[in-house]
């Protein structure tokens, strides 16, 4: 983990992500608020069961409501994610409004990447088996 | 000769002359990184500190390895499937062959699809070239596309083309009068004064800031469900540029007349674009990040085996049809 300006010709991450977050709040805001339709989950219509992503919206919808504990049953780890995105775009704004060094993961060991991918997908699997136990 | 290069902000090395090859032929290292040595100023990128293309000065009867992109005497150098190699890259090919089956390129050798050299092409040949290499060899066209560029490039061309194919959806939706009765019933007064073509309008005007921004949200999840099967051997710049490509040209197929044909031919017209899509993918994927193929095909079905929402999204993208005639579901 390194902290350093950009190189010439290098991705600026913090601008891009920063930039779709944003349009994806403004996204989410107009089509809930205009009431557009939601497409229907397939895996549920087919099975009966939530699948891993049922759910996320309904936290949206309660999160914009300040509902913070239905959000929080709706879809945890969904929650999670939403309380995420607005720390990473407090951080690119910073670095993007003061022209800071920016945070990078250059050299991942196999080890702690291992340990990374393997807690994400047991946050994935954990979720979903609540998902599945409350009946979302 | 000793060399150190740059991995971020660390320094690397010493390491010689062929040690830096084999990192250049295991992709490690590539022309854009900074590299120095005793003698030189600053650090420079390599393609600067050592040039081996032909600007440089390169001895009579040497050999340029297809891996490295260096030049070498014939006697270090071995034919592999008519390609001529250096022992350097003795690792890389090995590494190459036993995991994907095919032999490694050099970044200079990567200079496709057509797209990418659109100035000499020409906008339209250059289009029509890339949609051919994507969708009917998609195999070559991968295996010599840039890895790296920028984002704009691959981006103007998902976009032209994404933009097109839903304009021509939008028109075939509100010419069969298909697919807008759901503002009809909307309960939200505004959305039923603006009324169907009020709001067609907004929507062809609106679609090319959703096309990008559903590029890089798509590419995002791609490149995630990559690092967590272990694929993501190249940067998010790789992988977004294979995205908007495979996108891009499998867009270009729903411009053919189908949907004239019939509502379910164009059902199942949109359903083989997306499969044949999906295909193209895998196979980019693989191509670019140089991974086998069973590990670039669970990567790019991650998502759609964690989030069947990414099969509505695949929907959108095949068709417009499929987003807006769907009820209120589950989600």
Request: charged share 10%; with cysteine.
């Amino acid at each position: 983990m390194t902290w350093r300006r950009l190189r010439p010709g290098e991705i600026d991450h913090e601008a891009i992500w920063l930039g779709v977050s944003l349009c994806s709040l403004a996204g989410a805001w107009f089509w809930l608020y205009f009431a557009l339709p939601i497409p229907a989950c397939s895996f549920h219509q087919w099975t009966g069961l939530p699948c891993p992503t049922c759910g996320v919206t309904r936290c949206l919808r309660y999160a914009f409501h300040r509902d913070w504990w239905a959000a929080v049953g709706t879809n945890p780890l969904a929650f999670l994610g939403y309380g995420l995105i607005p720390l990473y775009d407090l951080y690119a704004a910073v670095v993007l409004l003061f022209r800071l060094p920016r945070l990078r993961f250059e050299s991942v060991s196999t080890r702690v990447g291992n340990i990374i991918r393997y807690t994400a997908i047991a946050a994935i699997a954990a979720n979903w088996a609540w998902l599945v136990w409350m009946r979302v | 000769m000793t060399w150190y290069y740059a991995q971020g902000d660390q320094r690397q090395g010493p390491i010689s002359e062929s040690e830096l090859d084999a990192l250049i032929a295991a992709g490690t290292v590539n022309e854009n990184t900074l590299v120095w040595k005793e003698g030189m100023a600053n650090w420079t990128p390599l393609k600067e500190a050592r040039p081996s293309g032909p600007g440089a000065e390169v001895p009579a009867g040497w050999i340029k390895c297809t891996a490295t992109g260096r030049y070498f005497p014939p006697e270090e150098i071995v034919y592999l499937d008519g390609k001529p190699y250096s022992a350097a890259a003795k690792g890389a090919v090995l590494q190459g062959v036993l995991q994907t089956g095919t032999l490694p390129v050099s970044e200079t050798e990567r200079n496709g699809p057509a797209w990418e050299n659109r100035q000499q092409l020409g906008p339209f040949p250059a289009i029509w070239e890339t949609i051919r290499g994507v969708l009917l060899e998609p195999n070559a066209t991968f295996t010599s596309m840039r890895r790296h560029g920028g984002l704009g490039t691959p981006m103007l061309y998902y976009v032209i083309l994404g933009w097109i194919s839903g304009l021509a959806q939008l028109a075939y939706q509100f010419f069969s009068h298909t697919g807008f009765a759901v503002f009809a019933k909307n309960p939200n007064p505004v959305l039923q004064m603006m009324g169907t073509t009020t709001f067609i309008v907004v929507w062809a005007v609106l679609m090319p800031a959703f096309l990008i921004l559903g590029s890089f949200i798509s590419a995002g999840i791609l490149h995630l469900s990559l690092m967590i099967c272990q694929g993501a051997k190249q940067p998010f710049e790789t992988t977004y540029r294979t995205y908007t490509y495979v996108r891009g040209s499998a867009a270009a197929l729903l411009l053919l007349p189908v949907p004239l044909l019939g509502q379910n031919l164009a059902t199942g017209w949109a359903f083989i674009c997306g499969i044949w899509g999906l295909v193209c993918m895998c196979i980019g994927v693989a191509r670019t990040q140089e991974i086998t193929t069973g590990r670039a095909v669970l990567a790019v079905l991650l998502p759609l085996i964690v989030c069947c929402v990414a099969l509505v999204f695949l929907g959108m993208t095949v068709g417009f049809a499929a987003a807006f005639a769907g009820q209120a579901g589950h989600h």
